[in-house]
């Protein structure tokens, strides 16, 4: 088995119609002489933010000098990212080994493991095989029944910024959605959440409570930004002065504050990271695709938000950093997301949009979706290709203006091998 023919089996996999539960996972991990039992984690569920979060988490603890394992979903351009150690992406070597070795296991059970399960038990025997010392380990959806709640008791637990998302599944309030993330809290262990609504922080509190969990929230009130530019933002966090962090928005700036909430955790807990690892992991961190500056020449942003609070956060910085700026929108959007509340909000702060149809079978044709623009009062051109629309959106930007993507996270790739081949 090659990556490719590994790549191919593990999307080859059917979930429809499989009962939501640990079972599965935990029967093929058995086969496997249960790997995730010989690693520590730090365990990190949320609706928003649980990417950027894990990735500076992993960055402190790398600089810490710890093999660092780090594991997220979805991806961004190749499905190596999902599965990390120090950094650097799982090769295709060790994907193609570990899926030929976890086939035969998964095929010989009576209820067919998913495809996010599948993945997840090939991660916990790469970091396992990759001998490393914690793993960062981002939930899928949900918290108690999502496959990487396997884990026993973590170092420590995570819940970022919760919202409206998955309530098919989760349930229709964020107290129901609260409850459901909090079932990443083991005995005995230690949580640290992102501050929301009294309703929500007293669901943690109660949880926490019953399970004899030490609560630790985010400390919102101290966060005290110096300065942003495209650059990055210099920022204070209660005692810590002066902190420089390359990711962009307010929100990242309350998604640090509870990275550093688990970073005083973790030492207290015994690991040696010193106040110098927390400032490099900071400064260094690295997440594609979130307000992402791919190219200055033109200025191009490639922004995967897809959800109402995604697009909250897009707006702030939109306003913080473009005000002043042509803005072109290159955009295109699954048919099943609620478009209308997506694009609203930004529309006020868009010249032109152009429209493009994602590669995926969930698509909204681009000609659709610039028909809703224009109906709307926005001025919008639908492509026929991707390439396409990324030479008509640079061409709008001209020289002082800035081409911005977003609206699907399928588009995002294909965006940046398009931008890739005309720089070539």
Not at 140 to 154: F, K, R, Y
Not at 253 to 277: K, P, S, Y
Request: charged share 25%; proline share 4%; with cysteine.
């Amino acid at each position: 088995m090659n990556a490719t023919e590994a790549i191919e089996y593990i999307h080859s996999v059917c979930w429809k119609g499989s009962v939501p539960g640990l079972g599965r996972t935990q029967t093929l991990l058995a086969k496997m002489g249960n790997p995730e039992k010989k690693l520590k984690f730090v365990h990190i569920a949320g609706t928003n933010g649980k990417g950027s979060t894990a990735a500076m988490t992993a960055s402190i603890l790398r600089k810490a000098g710890y093999r660092t394992g780090l594991y997220t979903s979805p991806y961004i351009y190749r499905f190596h990212e999902r599965m990390q150690v120090d950094g650097v992406e799982i090769s295709d070597e060790d994907l193609a080994a570990i899926t030929e070795y976890v086939k035969p296991l998964a095929d010989s059970m009576a209820e067919s493991p998913t495809e996010f399960e599948l993945v997840s038990c090939i991660a916990f025997e790469y970091f396992h095989r990759m001998q490393c010392d914690i793993v960062v380990l981002e939930v899928g959806m949900g918290g108690a029944m999502d496959s990487t709640n396997v884990i026993e008791t973590p170092e420590v637990a995570v819940i970022t910024n919760i919202g409206l998302d998955h309530t098919e599944y989760l349930g229709d309030t964020v107290e129901k959605i609260a409850e459901t993330k909090s079932g990443i809290f083991k005995e005995n262990g230690h949580a640290v959440v992102y501050r929301g609504s009294p309703s929500v922080e007293a669901v943690f509190e109660r949880v926490c409570a019953e399970k004899h969990v030490s609560l630790k929230k985010a400390d919102f009130d101290s966060l005290k930004l110096k300065s942003r530019s495209l650059e990055g933002q210099v920022f204070d966090c209660g005692a810590r002065k002066d902190l420089v962090l390359p990711l962009l928005g307010d929100h990242q700036l309350h998604n640090a504050a509870v990275v550093l909430a688990v970073a005083d955790t973790l030492m207290e807990e015994g690991w040696n990271i010193t106040e110098e690892n927390i400032r490099q992991g900071l400064r260094d961190v690295r997440w594609p695709g979130r307000f992402d500056i791919v190219s200055h020449d033109p200025l191009f942003i490639i922004d995967g938000g897809h959800n109402p609070q995604c697009i909250e956060a897009l707006e702030k910085n939109m306003e913080d950093y473009l005000a002043d700026r042509k803005v072109i929108a290159l955009t295109g959007v699954l048919a099943d997301k609620d478009y209308a509340d997506m694009y609203k909000p930004v529309m006020p702060l868009v010249s032109h949009f152009v429209c493009i149809t994602p590669p995926n079978p969930r698509k909204l044709d681009s000609n659709m979706l610039a028909q809703y623009l224009r109906e709307a009062g926005a001025d919008a051109v639908a492509c026929e290709s991707v390439a396409e629309g990324v030479d008509k959106a640079i061409e709008l930007a001209g020289q002082d203006g800035v081409v911005l993507c977003f609206g699907s996270l399928y588009s995002i790739g294909a965006i940046r091998d398009a931008l890739l081949q005309r720089q070539k």
